[in-house]
């Protein structure tokens, strides 16, 4: 079993080091928030004072933090701490151009380091059924594996350095247009007289399905259980959906690809976010239909 770092105890962060200490590992943690360090304390972790505190003499360290410059902060912090040839796993959302920078900024001083960002929310994180897409090197990403294992059910190696970056913006990309599209099919369904259930017992056998109308019906009290039916609280956030698509805008301007639906849904979740201040799951964008 390993010394491992975990930097950024939040929402995912907490059940995902919690995961790792009870694999086995023992686990140095850090985050700004003495509360989430609490936490994970009393989930078996070993506070630390600073992130560089919990870097000392690690083998690994797993960062889950808000966005790439935070990701640059503590990177820059803990690089001199780590035993040679330490292993640095980026679990964040960040934009692809900083997973591929700080993973070459490690690599030049003799680090390993793997891009890897999940799919599957807090509860996933909790549970350890998180699925982690990886971009780095083919070493990188084997010695990564049996970690992300312990916090997760799929390991998949997307490519390169920032590849699970791009995985990840793609196919939120996806998720963010389907999810309106289905909004727009129930509303338009139900001006035309077709019932909510009707059209899901179709389209959902039918080529308009898709994982946001049969896994995660916006209409309440159709299909399974989901965030629509505890009045769009818990899931997956619609500001972090927001933040997603602007990632997926960003990597497309830099590298010149055109995405006229994913930029079209980012305008539709910037103005819904701005409308809806307080934490709202993403399927609630059906009220704004
Ligand atoms: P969060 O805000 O709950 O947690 C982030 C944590 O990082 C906070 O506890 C904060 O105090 C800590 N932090 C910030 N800067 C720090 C620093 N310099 N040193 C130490 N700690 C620091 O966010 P989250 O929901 O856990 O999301 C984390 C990442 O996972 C984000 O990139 C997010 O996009 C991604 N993600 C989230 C979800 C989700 O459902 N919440 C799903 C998939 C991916």
């Known amino acids: 079993m390993a010394r491992i ?14 995961n790792l200490a009870g694999a086995g590992h023992e686990v ?3 985050d700004l928030s003495a509360e989430a360090l609490a936490r994970a304390a009393q989930a078996g972790c070993h506070p630390a004072a600073s992130a ?16 790439g410059r935070h990701v640059e902060t503590v990177q820059a912090e803990i690089l001199g701490a780590l035993v040679p040839g330490a292993l640095l796993i980026d679990c964040s959302t960040i934009d692809v151009a900083t997973a591929r920078s700080v993973a070459e900024a490690a690599v030049a001083r003799g680090f390993m380091a793997v891009d890897a960002p999940v799919s599957g929310g807090i509860a996933a994180a909790a549970a350890g059924t998180l699925t982690f897409m990886v971009g ?17 059910k799929a390991v998949i190696h997307a490519g390169g350095s920032g590849a699970g970056q791009a995985a990840k913006i793609c196919n939120n990309m996806v998720l963010g247009a389907t999810m309106i599209a289905t909004c727009e099919a129930f509303r338009l369904a139900e001006k035309l007289g077709l019932e909510a259930q009707a059209f899901f017992d179709i389209a959902s ?11 995660y019906c ?15 609280q818990g899931g997956f956030a619609a500001a972090l959906m927001l933040k997603d698509l602007r990632l997926a805008r960003e990597a497309a301007a830099q590298v010149g690809a055109d995405t006229p ?20 799951d993403f399927s609630a964008i059906i009220k704004s239909l």
Do not use: C, K
């Not at 560089?52 to 966005?67: C, I, K």
């Not at 780095?136 to 084997?142: I, K, L, Q, S, Y």
């Not at 056998?205 to 896994?215: D, E, K, N």
């Open 52 to 67: 560089r505190a919990a870097a000392d003499g690690a083998e690994a360290v797993v960062t889950m933090l808000p966005a």
């Open 218 to 232: 916006p209409v309440p009290g159709v299909g399974p259980t989901t965030p629509a039916d505890h009045d769009y």
């Open 136 to 152: 780095g090197a083919p070493d990188a990403f084997e010695r990564a594996r049996p970690y992300l294992a312990a916090m997760g």
């Open 261 to 280: 639906m994913g930029a079209r849904a980012a305008e539709r979740y910037e103005a819904f976010v701005a409308a809806h201040p307080d934490p709202i």
């Open 5 to 18: 770092a975990f930097i950024g105890l939040g929402n995912m962060g907490g059940g995902m080091a919690a």
């Open 28 to 30: 140095h943690a850090f």
């Open 205 to 215: 056998v039918s080529s308009g399905q898709s994982w946001s109308l049969t896994s």
